[in-house]
């Protein structure tokens, strides 16, 4: 593979070489594919090297209609070799990624354009001697498997943060390459306090949203040969997350967990594996946590967010107030008493507080909202459990079962509790940083989400300033034209799997170029095209198999 010429440099008066791209022709039917990556020989002994973006097949026939005369009118038979022998070649359109010699002068005509090595490879996109290295997958090309390790600075931190995935639904593995990641996050800094107790450390929450999708990361899954040597060729452990506690909804069924999980299986992490628990929320931890539960209601003229106020302020009938039952019986109050201060003095009007009951009384039917907590039951606070999170534990709070509404206040309360501990880093042993992992991100940051969102500001809140504080945000989609253009924009590392013509259309894709674009629609499951601000080129990966055992 390595040094085989397979074209010349060609520049003409319509396609010139330029410092960003260059074209080179190549005989018919040579095998090359986007985002393969060649070399030139340049000035003063140094190597430029470029990535494909695009091949063409031409012949020397004026027009279709010459080709159709040519091949002796139509005649399709295989037998028929047509009145013309027509010359045929590629040409391809390469960008420019680097030069040995810092030099960026446009590739000279006629130059020789050769294959490269993986030491090339890896030299070209920015691979080779990576400092911090953290494996993301690997790439193949010319017959060859390449490992793809980044400098993790960009992703965790401190050089840049955060992570968005984005594809179609199923066919793009979104939450199996989140899990490659985060699997390869947690061997790489277990090692490292194990190397040096100095060492930074990482934590990692994560919101399992779909059916049983993240409940069995400890488990280890069955491996074929082909995925476990590729495990071996990128240097890692074939194994499952380790440190891992599952956090389930309470409920009073026969289990009391709201879950998708099979009874027996929770039940075997409840008694024997002892790694599970039972989370419930009781008015007196709640009250000032009620706007999340209004998230993503439009209030336009404030007037929700006026009622929760006065509660919280413990404005009348809600002074001490310590239930849910009396609460609901105060805002009951509320609906029938005229001359009630919260209607009286407040402002707010009747119509107001009847949306607030309508939605609150939908979302308190659940038995999560339950004010007793008996911690020999298994039953937790889910936020003073976050709160004690330590270095390379996973915590995995299930909410896939619950309504939107009350998925939205979970998801609000561990986020303001996740940004309570790294504001304060409050405590002994705090984790350096904290991975959330955010499936469905469109839920809760959308282009259509309310401004007023609390769950919005917080999103913002740890996109922006969230690299600072060690709370770094890996969130997944199916669209990522969707998402507020804040919380994308700030994503450090973006990674795209399959997606649809539509979606390729939009904005979020036209610095991509067409290619790039088409590819996007044909990609593989296990195929992802990544960008990161310490790659020199877009680069198309593929992951092995998940380690853990995966849930049907």
Known sequence: ????????????????????????????????????????????????????????????????????????????????????????????????????????????????????????????????????????????????????????????????????ISGISGLACKTSYTMFLLNALQQKYTKALEDDEEAQSIAFVLFNVKGRDLLSLDKKGNLDKTNQDIYDMLHMEAKPFSNVHYYYPYSDNEIHAKTYADKHYVMTQFDHDKNASKYKYSYKFSKEKLEFLFANEEDPTGTLASIITWINNEGAPFCGCGTWHTFRENVQKVLNEPESPARKSSGIQLSSWKKFNRILEKALNDKVFTDALDPNLNEVDLSKCLREIRPNEVKVVDIAKLDDKTQAFVFGDVMETIMDLMNSKDGDNVPDKIVIFVDELNKYASTDTPKSSPILRQLLEVAERGRSLGIILFSVEQFRSAIHDRVKGNCATSAYGRTNFVEVGKSDYRYLGDTYRTMMTRLAPGEYIISNPALRSLINIKFPRPTYKESK
């Open 1 to 164: 593979m390595a040094e085989e010429i397979i074209g010349k440099v060609s520049a003409t008066d319509k396609n010139p070489s330029t410092i960003n791209e260059f074209y080179f022709w190549t005989k018919a039917g040579y095998k090359l594919s986007p985002f393969d990556v060649i070399k030139v020989d340049h000035i003063e002994d140094s190597v430029t090297f470029g990535v494909i973006e695009e091949i063409c097949h031409v012949t020397d026939s004026a027009s279709h209609f010459a080709s159709y005369i040519s091949s002796d009118f139509g005649d399709v038979t295989p037998q028929s070799e047509g009145n013309t022998d027509r010359l045929a070649f590629n040409y391809v359109k390469a960008r420019v990624v680097g030069n040995t010699g810092n030099i960026y002068t446009p590739v000279l005509h006629g130059r020789h354009v050769r294959l490269c090595s993986v030491d090339d490879i890896q030299s070209a996109l920015g691979l080779k001697g990576v400092k911090n290295p953290l494996t993301c997958g690997y790439l193949e090309m010319y017959g060859e498997k390449v490992p793809v390790e980044i400098n993790a600075d960009f992703l965790v931190g401190p050089d840049g943060a955060h992570l968005n």
